[in-house]
């Protein structure tokens, strides 16, 4: 894991020392709210609808054990013993108040974390694949990138005032876990033609009012020229990147109104000019930060676990959580364990600052002390070894963590809805919750690997989407309403869904979805995921058992 | 249609609204909805936004006030608007927190 050099500790310490003096003025009326809300909002601190809200960065998803005890510390004394894990692999607080957040920056500081650039018209959280350094058939991990744009974005004087916000993710794998896609530049780590690693570079995705999924303007980009193009393209966008209107100014509509064929010709214009600059990443400086991603020290294991194998033999819970939450790892004898942050009935994402506790002690007995936090509000194990997952299983399960759902249709994405958030229209939680109580395990095991998103407003923070069933809450005439779309995907064959007709009352959700899941068993063939059925059939027969029309 | 001015407190965040305070031009910010002052025409609301706001730029106790439809139910001021009814009362999946879970300490 990257550890702070004295330039990352003078950094964050400084922030906080600028950010306690600037609450203090504001407290004592020396500055107005006008003035001060873009400083708080820098420092990743909103006012919601019932408190303030602080939005913690994990950089890349990856932390340890010691940070993760942190955050509980942190929800346990200064909030109200909870914490809710986002869809950008960020932690967020929901009733800190304004006087002690500077103290819980400072904590933060302790175990080198922030929340800087976790909002505001800059260049967010770098987020990565939940699996990176784990994964089988990684092409290398992609966190040592992640952790070079992180330094190079914190900060950068050029970059602070975009048109508007700015998201990358990066992944190391062919398969995508971090809808790279749907992203204002997605990476996708790739061999060359002489087998040298570089990045297919995909630009213009995003979600929000005007969903896009991003366009690739280059195949291959060489390991050395990534800053320089980054640079570019942010150059690019910071030019033509519209100012006059928020909801045009993402850089998916610029490189629409720009045209993909002149956008990518005007970003390799502007590398020409500094790609052999001091943005030429040299090797050293890479092998320096590659370096702290080594793998940790695996023992040397046999490929299988007869004991494992025979636990799930014996035990059904065991076997399910083993088919669903444990993921085949790059290390002979070892996986990547799955913690589900979706029971029934519960808030997708949220956690105890007890279960914070619980789940960093696993990682010290079970993996290097590394956790993830995945975009699909999950927490991850990622280096168990086999022989052990056993016992990893019966202390999840005195957690009350052992879900064993993961891409299940309870396994749901969902923002806070209009249970926390000022921008809401509608709650989007207890729509979850209510489909988590509708489907047993059992009709989940038969239904098999479904996403089901949910967002509360058409910003898109649930990722609606992308969900093979996506469920958007509006207003409509002071009511809550939903509108459900199928047939998306946020996978490395990313597809926006489309709506099925008009909406429905927050009663009648859960009937429609129950009624697009039995569409799809009776239509399903031999194997097929619903994502297959659906691309297969199409929408009309969805749309006619749902509406009775075709 | 009454209304009432709702607001955050600068410190805590919380849901606080307008009430008359100990003077007769003074206001006050109260955490329970039963202590906010009802404007019960568009003129007295305007005059009330007006207070708020000369109050949140002077005082600086308080962000962001603004006006809510409200009407009272057996005695109990409760707002129109369903954003507004969780906004004073906390979230709907969560009864252990926000102002439903305050109690007379509001």
Not at chain 1, 321 to 328: A, D, G, S
Not at chain 1, 453 to 480: F, P, Q, T, Y
Not at chain 2, 52 to 73: F, S, T, W
């Amino acid at each position: 894991m990257y550890r702070y050099d004295e330039h990352d500790h003078a950094l964050v310490q400084d922030r906080v020392a600028q950010f306690r003096r600037q609450v203090e003025r504001r407290m004592k009326g020396e500055i107005t709210e006008d003035q001060f809300r873009p400083l708080r909002l820098m420092n990743g601190l909103y006012l919601q609808l019932h408190a303030y809200m602080l939005r913690v960065a994990i950089p890349y998803g990856t932390l340890d054990s010691r940070q993760m005890r942190k955050l509980a510390h942190i929800a346990r004394r200064y909030d109200k013993g909870y914490g809710h894990f986002t869809t950008r692999q960020n932690l967020q607080y929901n009733w800190p108040k304004l006087e002690e957040t500077p103290d819980i920056l400072a904590e933060l500081a302790e175990v080198e974390m922030h929340a800087i650039q976790t909002s505001g018209n800059c260049i967010r959280n770098v987020t990565s694949d939940q699996y990176a350094g784990a994964a089988k058939g990684e092409v290398e991990d992609p966190r040592v990138w992640c952790e070079i744009a992180r330094q190079w974005s914190t900060l950068h004087p050029e970059f602070s005032f975009l048109p508007r916000k700015f998201k990358i993710a990066i992944t190391g794998c062919e398969d995508d876990r971090a809808a790279v896609k749907v992203h204002d530049i997605g990476m996708i780590m790739k061999r060359g033609r002489a087998g040298e690693v570089g990045f297919e570079v995909i630009v213009g995705g995003g979600l929000g009012r005007t969903p896009f999924v991003g366009k690739a303007i280059r195949d291959f980009l060489p390991k050395e020229d990534f800053l320089s193009y980054l640079e570019a393209i942010l150059r690019v966008y910071n030019q033509l990147g519209r100012r006059d209107n928020k909801y045009k100014a993402r850089i998916k509509v610029t490189l629409h109104e720009t045209g993909q064929e002149e956008f990518t010709r005007l970003v390799e214009e502007e590398w020409a000019e500094i790609k052999d600059s001091t943005l030429k990443l040299p090797k050293e400086e890479v092998d320096r930060i590659a370096k702290h991603f080594e793998p940790p020290a695996f023992r040397s294991l046999a490929e299988a676990s007869p004991a494992t194998d025979a636990r799930a033999a014996a035990d059904p819970a065991f076997a399910a959580w083993m088919r669903h939450n444990v993921h085949e790892h790059k290390a002979a004898g070892y996986a990547i364990a799955n913690i589900s942050l979706k029971p029934m009935g519960e808030a997708p994402g949220d956690a105890t600052a007890e279960q914070m506790d619980v789940m960093a002690d696993l990682a010290d007995e079970f993996s290097f002390s590394e956790l993830r936090v995945t975009h699909a509000q999950n927490i991850v194990l990622p280096h168990v070894e086999q022989d052990r997952l056993p016992e990893l299983f019966d202390r999840l399960l005195e957690a009350e963590l052992a879900s064993a759902n993961l891409g299940l249709l309870s396994d749901i994405i969902c923002c806070p809805g209009l249970d926390y958030c000022a921008l809401a229209n509608a709650r989007s939680i207890p729509i979850a919750t209510q489909l988590t109580e509708r489907f047993t395990p059992e009709k989940q095991e038969e239904v098999g690997d479904l996403q089901i998103k949910i967002s509360g407003c058409i910003n898109a923070c649930g990722h609606h989407h992308v969900g093979h069933i996506g469920i958007l809450g509006v207003d409509r005439k002071g009511e809550e309403h939903y509108q459900v779309q199928i047939g998306g995907s946020a996978s490395e064959e990313a597809a926006l869904g489309k709506i099925l007709g008009r909406g429905f009352s927050a009663d009648q959700v859960v009937d429609v979805v129950d009624k697009i899941i039995e569409t799809y068993l009776e239509l399903r063939e031999d194997g097929e995921e619903f994502i297959e059925t659906y691309r297969r059939v199409g929408q009309d027969p969805f749309k006619e058992r749902v509406y009775g029309t075709a | 249609m009454a209304q009432i001015v709702i607001a955050s407190d600068l410190g805590s965040g919380r849901v606080v609204f307008l009430a008359k305070g100990e003077k007769a031009d003074e206001v006050a910010w109260r955490g329970l909805i039963e202590n906010a002052e009802v404007a019960d025409d568009e003129a007295r609301a305007n005059e009330l936004l007006a207070l708020a706001e000369a109050d949140a730029n002077a005082r600086h106790e308080v962000v962001d006030p603004y006006l809510i439809d409200v009407r009272e139910e057996g005695g109990v001021l409760r707002p129109t608007k369903y954003r507004e009814a969780i906004r004073c009362l906390g979230p709907t999946i969560r009864q252990d927190l926000g102002k439903q879970a305050e109690g007379a300490e509001a």
